[in-house]
């Protein structure tokens, strides 16, 4: 009965099938390049590595993999002489486009799998003036280029042109039914999904800054915000703030998630749910390590002393921010900060205290230096984690908390247009990952809601920060969309 059902879906509708099959299997690299003197041969030398772990992901049924950004050349190399001249989307190089397309175009046809990377490129104009890119670009299954995206924000890139968006074709529909927007490293400060793209993937070289700008809570919170999911491949050096990868759902879900004080690779593969139907993923905790519970739950396996490894920067211009030390030895606290028009309302239930602890509201509506881009208008809510009653001293990574909340709620009315997402993180540089993200539109303004309601310690920052310049959080229906959800739950 249920097989006839599919068949009437399907006959109804012919995007369907795509729909409900839509979950797959995926895979991110956190990766350590190798770096020798010969460009060409660092190169060859990292695709060789790259093969490795397509193989390994074959094995376990991938469908596609994502490497991150200067995976291939190394961080900040000298791009003159790793940059390629690489051809458009549509084209299956070969010996005519150089030994290094090559070889990725068969790595991708060798497995079939697509495989998204990162690499240098190189374009020279009518005026014979060379311009340079950091340059994604996904592979099919055949070895062809399905697309090609010029990283457009820079940071401390001097030496590269950032790229337009004009240009760009970020977007792909894969033969398992699912279209991803390709995004570079700090687009998830700037950028938002298009409006039919419920997927994400990431080449990346993020600098994790305590304590709002971390890797993987950024990642959590914008797969969170925008209802997407997220498969983001971090370059992988810790002793300069490289390091976070993981594979986030569009309801918050970790399937896999990775960072270390460790200078190493990781693998991590995962079963990807649908994001319109399939929002319980019960039938995929066999096979995913998923996370959607109090931190009490979790077996980390970055629990270890080499974590403290992990060499995060810091980024708290105190002096600017409005602040209130928080009463612990309350347990029901209900407390609202206001800096200049914005404010922010916090309730907060607590279940073990600690006489040393001491945490802090902050709040803060103005200009803000993030990664170099000064940004006009930037709004944060959160608690922070401080060393001493000194607000200079929020933030920081050596603070250790012992306090243990059962519940924490942040309130806040923006402007409609704003856009912005949860940004949590534990003492172990991981976000929290119990917690219930709301963005509601009410009339011209927007109430945003972050909840956590189990038990959570070893809180660091947990908060709603604004992030998009461009585009829109809204999530938007078509009727044809809606007629599919409509038949889904008449059909089954």
Same mark, same amino acid.
């Given at each position: 009965m249920a097989s006839?059902?599919? %068949? @009437? %879906? #399907?006959?109804?509708? *012919?995007?369907? +099938?795509?729909? %409900?099959f839509g979950d797959y299997r995926a895979a991110v690299v956190e990766y350590q390049p190798v770096e020798l003197a010969d460009a060409n041969i660092t190169m060859e030398s990292n695709i060789k590595e790259y093969r490795s772990f397509v193989e390994q992901a074959k094995k376990n049924g991938v469908l596609i993999i994502v490497f991150p950004e200067y995976g291939l050349t190394g961080y900040n190399p000298n791009v003159t002489a790793y940059a390629l001249e690489i051809p458009d989307v549509g084209i299956k190089p070969n010996h005519t486009n150089g030994l290094i397309l090559e070889k990725l175009t068969d790595l991708a046809q060798s497995f079939e799998m697509y495989v998204v990377l990162n690499l240098l490129e190189k374009k020279t104009n009518t005026n014979n003036k060379t311009f340079y890119y950091s340059t994604n670009l996904a592979f099919n299954p055949k070895g062809e280029i399905v697309a090609k995206s010029r990283k457009t924000h820079l940071f401390d890139e001097s030496n590269l042109t950032a790229g337009k968006p004009s240009e760009n074709t970020n977007t792909f529909e894969t033969v398992f039914g699912v279209t991803f927007q390709l995004? +570079? #490293?700090?687009?998830? *400060? &700037?950028?938002?999904? !298009? +409006?039919? =793209?419920?997927?994400? =993937?990431?080449?990346? +070289? &993020? *600098?994790? #800054? @305590?304590?709002?700008?971390?890797s993987l809570s950024v990642q959590h919170g914008y797969a969170e915000a925008n209802k997407v999911n997220l498969l983001a491949a971090n370059l992988n050096n810790p002793s300069v703030a490289l390091g976070g990868s993981g594979i986030f759902g569009s309801n918050g879900t970790a399937y896999q998630y990775y960072i270390s004080g460790k200078t190493a690779s990781k693998l991590l593969t995962a079963t990807v749910v649908n994001t319109i139907y399939n929002v319980s993923v019960t039938r995929h905790i066999t096979q995913n390590k998923f996370f959607k519970g109090g931190l009490g739950s979790f077996d980390f396996d970055d629990d270890k002393p080499e974590i403290l490894n992990y060499k995060s920067n810091r980024l708290?211009?105190? !002096?600017?921010?409005?602040? !209130? #030390?928080?009463d612990l030895s309350k347990h029901n606290i209900q407390e609202k900060i206001c800096h200049r028009s914005f404010c922010c309302q916090f309730n907060i239930n607590v279940t073990t205290n600690s006489s040393s602890d001491i945490y802090k509201l902050v709040a803060y509506n103005g200009p803000i230096d993030i990664y170099g881009t000064h940004k006009k208008n930037q709004k944060v809510c959160s608690i922070v984690a401080c060393e001493t009653s000194d607000d200079s001293t929020c933030g920081s990574r050596t603070v250790e908390p012992n306090t243990k909340f059962s519940n924490i709620l942040v309130e806040s009315t923006v402007a409609n247009t704003n856009s912005f997402i949860p940004l949590t993180l534990t003492t172990k540089l991981v976000p929290i990952f119990n917690t219930t993200f709301d963005s509601t539109a009410v009339k011209n303004d927007r109430k945003l809601t972050l909840l956590s309601e189990l038990e959570t310690g070893s809180v660091l920052a947990f908060g709603i920060v604004e992030t998009s310049i461009s585009g829109s959080t809204t999530v938007t229906f078509s009727f044809a969309l809606m007629s599919i959800i409509l038949l889904r739950y008449i059909l089954f």
């Open positions: 006839a059902n599919l %068949c @009437l %879906c #399907t006959l109804i509708l *012919i995007s369907i +099938s795509q729909i %409900c995004f +570079s #490293t700090y687009d998830l *400060i &700037w950028e938002n999904p !298009k +409006s039919n =793209v419920r997927d994400i =993937v990431y080449p990346s +070289s &993020w *600098i994790s #800054t @305590l304590p709002f700008y971390h708290f211009e105190n !002096k600017k921010y409005a602040t !209130k #030390t928080l």
